[in-house]
């Protein structure tokens, strides 16, 4: 299926389309402070947010764009924006 004029991808989700490696900003889930709430994986427009085998939420980062929701909406201010390194 070709491409439209002004189309850069095929649409779909982050699920489909593996855009973690253009992010400029990557979340750090620390750990020290979260409560379990669940927040930053109900606010993630992308839904790459999972909760693991301890209970504690982890970004897919080949899903996440970096878009910092997550950091900004976390009550017990856990989650850090930290420079994706290059």
Partial sequence: MP???????CPGRARDNKTGSWR???PTFKHSKCTKCGICSLIC?????EV??????????VYCKGCG?????CPAEDIEMEQEAK
């Fill in 3 to 9: 491409l439209s004029v002004g189309c850069t991808a």
């Fill in 69 to 73: 929701l997550c950091a900004q909406e």
């Fill in 24 to 26: 400029v900003f990557r």
């Fill in 45 to 49: 427009p992308e839904g790459c947010i």
């Fill in 52 to 61: 693991g085998a301890d209970e504690y939420y982890y970004p897919n980062l």
